[in-house]
């Protein structure tokens, strides 16, 4: 006990002089601060009045700062004492399987053979279902017992218990996950249960004030605030959600928690943290509740979650990029490969296409456009505005359905781009047992790569199958097309089973 008194003692010390360092503890130094200023402010000031100014109480410097105008902090206080009560804590047991590795040695330890004759048929030469435990936070969205949480919360859970704030606890059942934006429902068996409200993400202005509540590490009714940093953030993933990004302070157990708006509407689940440690670094995203509440209306009525889809692959658009299709700015999604049968390839839309907005909405990335298609239903139409050969046309689509089976991949007859001295490429017409091999109706093949070309990743072995966009079947149409441009050219080309665009820069 002597140890730990000594050690609280030690923190307290630290703790005092990191505060002070920090400016938050008043004192002399902080009466220097403010009074130096002024002194120098007044410029003409004489030498003994200065002294005077500097030894002024340090009450004078306790005064608070004055606030910005039109700034005001808010305080969540009614908020957070009417909201608690709808959030939950959520534990979750389940199993894995784990091998069991017999140490080195022991199978000579003649203790050994007499205790692995108790552990079972599952002893330590096979494997074992090994318990895990999770947890996280959820909110009620129904009086009678629903609520919303993460789905990575519950994946693989053989038992769901949900705590109350009043310290009930529940036994819960998972009615659907959706894995795809990450949102689960929940049910528990109790009436009269007090609900949070729910509000719109799409009223989210950035810099606007939010607020968490959750689990972070156990901890539960943990309350945390930040503002909105970013909308519509879309993130390397499958997820394919427009996450809200904020500053706010979320931690492991805060997952499925909710996010409020300062009028105590629910405008978010928190999902995810960027982190290089582990722990919260300012950077979390939150599921718009807009979208979630699609999922969770899914899941109630039919117990699964379908998505849409346009039925293409695609590539961002950068600099060299913009200046090959002679776009104004880098921006859209530029389309690699068309699905063929899909929504995109019976609407219409070619490899090589950019585009540039969805229903009038800017594609500025080009993980927008699945983050946007990810608020459509199967069957719903779409009209996209596309960049192509020069021209902006409007496309209309009818999305098809996620789970529906691409048809098979049959190769359009794409004609295939040729070197020129700019490129440092060696190419040659495909041979008529090639096309038949590799299901390539034209194309020339890559004999071999140097200079611009290898340095952007063209290998020996590709098929070149456009440039700019532009079917080209000959040496002479490669080489008109580089000689009229200037800085880079875009190639389309067949790798294995893939089609990518490589921007090579020639100017």
Request: net charge neutral.
């Amino acid at each position: 006990m002597q140890n730990e008194g000594a050690t609280t003692a030690i923190s307290a010390k630290r703790l005092t002089l990191a505060l002070a360092t920090a400016g938050i503890i008043g004192g002399a130094v902080g009466a220097v601060a403010v009074n130096h200023s002024n002194a120098v402010a007044s410029g003409a000031g004489s030498a003994p009045a200065t002294v005077a100014t500097l030894a002024a109480p340090a009450a004078a410097a306790a005064a608070p700062a004055p606030v910005a105008a039109g700034v005001a902090l808010p305080d969540f206080t009614q908020l957070v004492s009417r909201a608690s009560p709808a959030v939950v804590n959520i534990r979750v047991t389940g199993s894995t399987k784990t091998s069991a590795r017999v140490p080195r040695g022991a199978e000579n330890d003649p203790m050994y053979e007499f205790f692995r004759r108790f552990q079972g048929p599952q002893g330590p030469r096979g494997q074992r279902d090994m318990p895990v435990f999770g947890a996280g936070s959820g909110f009620i969205i129904s009086p009678d017992g629903v609520i919303l949480t993460n789905a990575h919360v519950v994946r693989d859970a053989t038992e769901v218990t949900v705590k109350l704030q009043d310290r009930r606890e529940f036994r819960a059942k998972v009615l659907g996950s959706d894995p795809k934006t990450d949102v689960a429902v929940l049910r528990i068996e109790a009436k009269n249960l007090p609900v949070v409200p729910i509000g719109k993400s799409s009223d989210l202005k950035v810099g606007e004030w939010v607020l968490a509540i959750g689990s972070p590490f156990g901890l539960e009714s943990s309350v945390t605030a930040g503002v909105v940093s970013a909308k519509g953030r879309s993130l390397q993933d499958d997820s394919h959600v427009p996450f809200i990004q904020t500053d706010v302070a979320v931690n492991p157990g805060n997952s499925g928690g909710p996010l409020f708006n300062t009028r105590g509407e629910v405008v978010g689940i928190n999902s995810q943290i960027y982190s290089q440690t582990g722990g919260y670094q300012g950077l979390s995203f939150a599921i718009p509740i807009d979208v979630a509440y699609r999922i969770k209306d899914q899941i109630v009525a039919t117990g699964k979650v379908q998505h849409a889809k346009l039925g293409i692959q695609i590539q961002e658009v950068n600099q060299a990029f913009a200046d090959s299709f002679n776009l104004a700015s880098p921006e859209g999604a530029l389309v690699a490969n068309v699905e063929r049968g899909g929504a995109a390839d019976k609407a219409g839309l070619k490899a090589g296409d950019v585009i540039r907005k969805l229903n009038g909405q800017p594609i500025i990335a080009s993980l927008d456009l699945p983050a946007m298609l990810n608020l459509n239903k199967p069957g719903d139409k779409v009209t996209m505005e596309v960049f192509r050969e020069g021209k902006t046309i409007q496309v209309p689509a009818k999305l098809a359905n996620a789970s529906d089976k691409a048809a098979p991949d049959e190769q359009e007859e794409v004609a295939a781009v040729d070197s020129g001295s700019k490129l440092g490429l060696a190419l040659r017409p495909l041979e008529p047992i090639e096309k038949r091999q590799s299901g390539i109706a034209a194309g020339l093949l890559v004999e071999d790569a140097d200079g611009a070309a290898a340095n952007a990743g063209v290998e020996p072995g590709d098929v070149l199958l456009a440039i700019n966009g532009r079917p080209v079947t000959s040496v002479a149409q490669v080489r008109d097309v580089v000689g009229k441009s200037t800085k880079s050219v875009a190639l389309l080309i067949q790798r294995g089973g893939d089609k990518i665009f490589i921007p090579v820069r020639i100017g």
